[in-house]
């Protein structure tokens, strides 16, 4: 075992949430939300695009250091500074250019209510079925 396979080893027991960390990178942009098959989390997809608090046009976003912030650092149409965080609940072909998304994960609690809910759904469908027979 070379030094840095045992630093790795040694790390991952003793810090596992820093080796671990996933970055979730095969959840899918696209869906609403859906669970990392890299490490099991549910996690939501979030978009957000930044506006300029001036003329109120919209400036492309990216995450930096986990926050939202504009590409740009001033408007293209005014060459305002300030901006706004928007969150937008369905993305579509024309946000996703200015969009920046972030994977959240989902808390246990919500988790548990996801779960139940769709028991729910799922134990209503038979009945419905039987009496349209
Ligand atoms: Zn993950
Ligand atoms: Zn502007």
């Not at 859906?34 to 919209?58: A, F, H, M």
Request: contains cysteine.
């Amino acid at each position: 075992m070379s030094l840095t396979e045992f630093l790795s080893n040694f790390t991952r027991i003793f810090f596992p949430s820093i080796n671990t960390k996933c970055t979730h990178d095969k959840i899918r942009p696209d869906a609403e939300q859906s669970y990392c098959p890299d490490c099991g989390k549910l996690i939501q997809n979030e978009w957000y695009v930044t506006r300029c608090s001036c003329c109120g046009v919209k400036m492309k976003a990216m995450v930096s250091n986990g926050k939202i912030v504009p590409q740009h650092h001033f408007c293209s149409n005014c060459g305002g500074k300030d901006f706004t965080v928007e969150k937008i609940e369905k993305i579509n072909f024309i946000d996703i250019n200015f969009a920046a998304l972030i994977k959240r994960e989902v808390d246990e609690e919500r988790f548990c209510k996801t779960t139940r809910c769709w028991q729910e759904r799922t134990a209503e469908q038979p009945k419905l079925l039987v009496q349209y027979l």
